[in-house]
């Protein structure tokens, strides 16, 4: 099967803590896209990466960064100096045929002021 | 404003009773996708359309219908609803195969 796997269900953190959400996946093919969307308590989902298996460098984005690793077939997610606005649940995703992203289970961050 | 919009976002009913759940996108975009998102199991993909009149099932397809008659609307049609189909239902579009999913904000359903 074609997995998405992400192990923490839920993660508490004090602010101002640095956090790494973890995503591994499972995929046959040799060229393939992930994803990570945020869900805040509002319920929409935000976009904030898109990662392709050709591209090996890590990305930075703000306190946002993303670890992506073929050898260990993982993507994490990690945020530096989190922040209470960070609370909400984040999903890593894969894009199979079909226009098809399929999702993990989600990892719901809750960040303590 | 670029947006995908979702009508109705509430929406509660009785088993049985036909609904439609409507989706537009101003963004002039090819595909376009509906989810529903369960507690324990992340989003999965009902059905998809790759364009005007193109449609075809995702993973859990049972129980849904689509259509795509105008490029910025992709209603999900419930013909009969049954209790297993209670769930947050989210539509998508991209312009691309690979490209980034922009999502509506949601329709929460509750069949009783």
């Known amino acids: 099967a074609q997995k998405v796997t992400q192990a923490q269900t839920e993660i508490s953190v004090v602010e101002k803590e640095d956090v790494t959400l973890d995503c591994v996946y499972e995929?046959?093919?040799?060229?393939?896209?992930l994803f990570w969307y945020k869900q805040p308590p509002s319920g929409e989902l935000v976009f904030l990466i898109r990662?392709?298996?050709?591209?090996?460098q890590n990305e930075i984005s703000g306190r946002y960064s993303w670890n992506f690793q073929k050898s260990t077939s993982s993507f994490n997610f990690t945020i530096t100096a989190s922040q209470v606005v960070d609370s909400a649940v984040y999903f890593c995703?894969?894009?199979?045929?079909?226009?098809?992203?399929?999702f993990g289970t989600g990892t719901r961050l809750t960040v303590i002021p | 404003e670029a947006q995908v919009t979702q009508n109705p976002r509430y929406l509660i009913t009785v088993t049985g009773k036909k609904l439609t759940v409507t989706c537009s996108q101003n963004?002039?975009?090819?595909?376009m996708s509906w989810y529903r998102q369960d507690p324990g199991l992340g989003l999965r993909q009902i059905y998809y359309?790759?364009?005007?009149?193109?449609?075809d099932k995702g993973d859990v397809p049972e129980g849904y219908k689509v259509s795509r008659k105008e490029k910025r609307n992709f209603p999900l049609i419930l013909e009969s609803p049954s209790p297993n189909q209670t769930s947050l239902y989210f539509c998508?579009?991209?312009?691309?195969?690979?490209?980034?999913?922009?999502f509506g904000p949601g329709t929460r359903l509750t069949v009783t």
């Open positions: 963004m002039n975009h090819e595909y």
């Open positions: 995929t046959r093919d040799t060229t393939y896209y």
């Open positions: 998508a579009s991209s312009q691309d195969v690979l490209g980034e999913q922009y």
């Open positions: 990662r392709n298996s050709f591209d090996e």
């Open positions: 359309s790759m364009n005007v009149e193109v449609t």
């Open positions: 995703a894969r894009l199979t045929g079909a226009n098809n992203l399929f």
